[in-house]
């Protein structure tokens, strides 16, 4: 059964940084792209990141371009967020996504982790 572990998530002040991990269980890993979602109160769940089976495609939505990067390490079954110049609109629950469907429009696959709270507050 695949399963996706999200850690990293907490509190930090505008301009911070924050590292998220998604660690996926079984073997296909290396066969999926991979996508990071988040979900803000009160709104639809949106596209943050994503990224190809071996990593040479990379798409990122607008809000995040410059300040996050997304990688994966297909020996650990890991894909990341790296979250620099942290601002209070990206706080949400933050998701990964296996199976993420890398066409002109990027859509999600069918297995999600649990979740992960980001806070940028002051």
């Known amino acids: 059964q695949v399963q996706l572990v999200e850690s990293g998530g907490g509190l930090v002040q505008p301009g911070g940084s924050l590292r998220l991990s998604c660690a996926v269980s079984?073997?296909?890993?290396?066969?999926?792209?991979m996508a990071w979602y988040r979900q803000a109160l009160g709104k639809q769940r949106e596209l943050v990141a994503a990224i190809s089976s071996g990593g040479g495609t990379i798409r990122y939505t607008d809000s995040v371009k410059g300040r996050f990067t997304i990688s994966r390490d297909n020996a650990k079954n890991t894909v990341y967020l790296q979250m620099n110049s942290l601002k209070p609109e990206d706080t949400a629950v933050y998701y990964c996504?296996?199976?993420?469907?890398?066409?002109?429009?990027?859509?999600?696959?069918?297995?999600w982790g649990q979740g992960t709270q980001v806070t940028v507050s002051s």
């Open positions: 996504n296996l199976g993420t469907r890398m066409g002109p429009f990027v859509r999600p696959g069918d297995y």
């Open positions: 079984g073997s296909i890993f290396s066969s999926y792209a």
